[in-house]
């Protein structure tokens, strides 16, 4: 069986860690119990989340004891941003968005049994709404240097520009407090972030040090993994219109299996080493047919289809290949229900229209032509598709036989290039 800690390193899944050998060690001798911390800042996780939520995954599998923390607390804090202050929000948002969140979570680790791998859920609202302003600053604050505080890259950077409100430069405070109880609870000797929570994760090395002398449980461990950015240097899990959310409601099943699906020829190794559950030897694989023949993307029908199944299960996963491949010329349309249409609608160009067009303005208005001399020499030549039927006039209309639930024709010109018109009184409509 690999060692983890190469297991990790192989996935790129390893930027800082505090004492490799002692880290190896401790998983040799195990389990380990090791934990990763969530803010309920918005009401899903997104995708971003993945690369942490599956490192502790991948630990739980090697026989080690992870803890979600959820934090209810921190969370009243804020989302951190690079330049500017946090946004704080309402305590009983908060509350809501934690016990969303924290269903997420039970979805990728084994919470079921009581063995010593078990998986944990903590929320640090427990032990910090108690807390008062005079025991933090006695217990907690006097094991702070300042000059360290100061020193710290996230806080240089802010001081340097806007500045940095008291709440924002105690946040490490009540991180390093989140490790030292969850040390005292669980016995927990391990810390992973991204590589941004690198200086929180220390100090909250230092304050157990300070604080317990390492006893009972031992010296604890911190590691980070690195944060994923695309070829393109955009941040990795957003889109133009925000992230690429685990919840169905707010990111379609076929919408995240499409996010995938159209990864980066470049992006596409990393993403499998990351977030594939599949062995060194079949990524490998996967590897060489991308690089051998990368229009079949195979590597990122592969990623879309583990991780889809993972986040939404078997039946949306299907349902959501059946509609890739429906509009692209492979499946029936029609077979498709109308949750399922919409949601791949939803990541076309599109255009709402009152009444019935004819094919040349659908392709125009959806932006597939750029003029209707366009549209119509498409037409002539061969190229131009309603619901992957052949358009063979140039003075075709669609009619109402066209629209899939009464509602969308599907246009294609080409082979990849697909629009939707959407018709009707209902336009706009949420379909359930």
Not at 77 to 104: F, M, Y
Request: glycine share 10%; charged share 20%; net charge negative.
């Amino acid at each position: 069986m690999t060692d983890i800690v190469d297991d990790l390193r192989w996935r790129g899944l390893i930027a800082q860690t505090t004492d490799e050998d002692a880290l190896r060690k401790a998983f040799a001798e195990g389990p380990v119990t090791v934990y990763a911390g969530f803010d309920p800042t918005a009401a899903s996780l997104h995708v971003g989340h993945l690369t942490i939520v599956l490192t502790l995954r991948r630990l739980q599998q090697a026989g080690n004891r992870p803890i979600a923390l959820v934090g209810g607390a921190t969370g009243l804090i804020g989302d951190p941003k690079p330049s500017a202050e946090r946004q704080l929000n309402e305590a009983s948002t908060v509350g809501e968005w934690t016990g969303r969140i924290r269903g997420q979570l039970s979805a990728f680790l084994d919470f079921e049994g009581e063995t010593p791998t078990t998986a944990l859920m903590a929320n640090n609202f427990d032990w910090t709404h108690n807390l008062s302003a005079i025991d933090l600053l006695r217990d907690i604050g006097k094991h702070f240097s300042i000059n360290q505080m100061l020193a710290r890259d996230t806080v240089k950077s802010r001081l340097g520009g806007e500045g940095m409100s008291y709440t924002e430069f105690s946040y490490v405070l009540l991180q390093s407090n989140d490790f030292l109880e969850l040390y005292r609870r669980h016995g927990c000797t391990m810390q992973i972030g991204g590589s941004d929570q690198w200086g929180n994760i220390t100090a909250g090395l230092d304050l157990i040090r300070r604080v317990t002398a390492n006893q009972p449980h031992g010296s604890a461990h911190g590691l980070t993994a690195n944060l994923l950015t695309k070829a393109d240097g955009t941040k990795f899990g957003k889109t133009e219109g925000g992230a690429v959310w685990l919840d169905p409601e707010l990111t379609t099943p076929y919408a995240f299996y499409q996010f995938w699906l159209n990864s980066d020829d470049r992006d596409v190794s990393r993403y499998l080493r990351t977030f594939s559950f599949r062995s060194h030897e079949e990524i490998e694989e996967l590897e060489l047919a991308a690089a051998e023949r990368p229009a079949a993307r195979a590597a990122q029908r592969a990623l879309a289809e583990e991780l889809t199944t993972m986040v939404h299960g078997a039946d949306q996963c299907a349902a959501a290949v059946e509609a890739s491949k429906a509009l692209f010329g492979q499946g029936d349309l029609k077979a498709l229900d109308a949750a399922t249409v919409a949601a791949a609608v939803a990541e076309l160009p599109s255009a709402q229209v009152a009444e019935l067009p004819s094919v040349v303005d659908g392709l125009v208005a959806t932006e597939l032509a750029a003029s209707k001399s366009a549209a119509r020499r498409t037409i002539k030549e061969g190229g131009a598709y309603v619901n992957n039927v052949k358009v063979t006039s140039e003075d075709a209309m669609l009619t109402a036989s066209d629209l899939l639930h009464g509602r969308w024709a599907l246009l294609r010109r080409g082979k990849r290039n697909v629009g939707a018109v959407e018709v009707g009184a209902n336009v706009g409509d949420e379909v359930g």
